[in-house]
């Protein structure tokens, strides 16, 4: 199994030293998603509901433009600033899955070296 780096048409590329997507075998690794316009690079400001949504958002393009979808998300891994939150983000993240079938998760209470930044999502999918 050799590492390959999925090129994403349409995004800017990040000045920071990662990948969004990379590749092993038939799994896709995906950077750490957060409230963030693929597109221009810039972070787009927002409370818990909206950023856990366009962090979402970004990882449902990401894996769509790898020939993935979120059905096919086996782990997920989230961050969040305030814990406290918890409630309101599990409501946006409930709608992105299938009922039953959500990925194996964990959710961590972490601080962003980004400012304004509550929540970062990270997850690792199985290529079909």
Do not use: W
């Amino acid at each position: 199994m050799k590492k390959e780096i999925v090129k994403i048409n349409g995004i800017k590329k990040t000045q920071s030293p990662f990948n969004h997507v990379v590749k092993a075998g038939n799994l896709l690794f995906l950077t750490s998603q957060l409230s963030i316009d693929l597109k221009t690079d810039k972070i787009l400001s927002g409370n818990i509901v909206e950023q856990t949504r366009q962090s979402l958002e970004n990882i449902k393009f990401l894996l769509e433009s790898s020939g993935a979808t979120m059905n096919d998300i086996l782990k997920v891994v989230v961050y969040m600033k305030d814990i406290n939150e918890f409630d309101q983000m599990n409501e946006i993240y409930r709608k992105y899955f299938l009922e039953g079938q959500e990925p194996a998760r964990v959710t961590i209470q972490a601080l962003s070296p980004l400012k304004d930044i509550d929540i970062e999502i990270e997850v690792i999918a199985l290529l079909p």
